[in-house]
């Protein structure tokens, strides 16, 4: 979700970064990284900073109630059922685009799977799905 310009800001501070501390210890001797220290340890682990992609696999099927919010990349997705295997969890996407396509994608797996509109991620408390009365 973090854009690349910001890992590329944050290398760049890096470097700028060890180049000061090389500096200064020319300067200043190496009672410079008394004071620097920290920031010279930081600047060489961020030499490398890149952005990873955490992928994962959800298990869902018709029973399954998609809500997602408009105009906002998030989906979530709840079973109706209650008890210790119910899953609630969110999907967020980068584009309107593909949250689109993942929609399209689930309803042409899935063409009986409820798909409800709303306007914010609260709202999909209001739904009969989280009504329903706990079984004792």
């Known amino acids: 979700m973090i854009p690349e310009v910001a890992y590329k800001i944050a290398r760049g501070f890096a470097w700028v970064g060890i180049v000061v501390c090389i500096i200064v210890a020319f ?6 990284f008394v004071g620097a220290g920290a920031f010279a340890l930081m600047s060489f682990g961020m030499t490398n900073f890149q952005s990873t992609v ?3 696999h ?3 099927d018709e029973r399954s109630v998609v ?4 105009n906002d990349g998030v989906v979530s997705l709840t079973i109706p ?3 210790a295997y119910g899953y609630i969890g969110d999907i967020y996407t980068q584009t309107l685009e593909q949250k689109a396509e993942l929609l399209s994608h689930l309803k042409l797996l899935f063409p009986e799977m409820e798909m409800v509109k709303i306007k914010r991620l609260n709202d999909q408390y209001k739904h009969p799905v989280y009504q ?5």
């Open 81 to 83: 059922e209650k008890g």
């Open 58 to 60: 959800i298990f869902i």
């Open 27 to 32: 300067m200043l001797g190496p009672l410079a």
């Open 54 to 56: 955490d992928k994962s």
């Open 132 to 136: 329903q009365d706990e079984v004792a």
């Open 67 to 70: 809500f997602h919010i408009i």
